[in-house]
């Protein structure tokens, strides 16, 4: 279950396909609501996204990461390269997190305001 939630890829996935498969479900139906919904999808991929530090570790890892200095090896153990490559997961996630926030904010509050203006245009 933790593995899904801090799967950077499924995350991202899920929060660009969610707006494309209701975009299309909209027209189809020309219900608006439905891509309005996209962006509570999108907002929680991506809240998930910008917590994935949090989501994978324990209340007792996060505070040792917090308070313990690590002075590392000469040659990092194998642990510590697994945390190395985690940690710059971390990051990744954390830089497609808030983009995710906000352009799902934006739809779920005007996504059938914004579609009903471009379905009009054209």
Known sequence: M???LTN???LIF??????VILII???????WHWFQRSGAIIVIAGAL???RKI???SKAELFKDETVMNMGHFVPTEKEKKE???IEKDIKAFKWGPWFLMFGTIIWAFGDLIIKMLVSVF
Do not use: D, F
């Open 55 to 57: 989501i994978r570790k």
């Open 14 to 19: 899920i929060g660009i396909s969610s707006p």
């Open 8 to 10: 950077i890829k499924l």
């Open 25 to 31: 479900i909209s027209i189809i139906t020309r219900e």
């Open 2 to 4: 933790w593995n899904l």
């Open 49 to 51: 996204l910008s917590s």
């Open 84 to 86: 190395e490559k985690q």
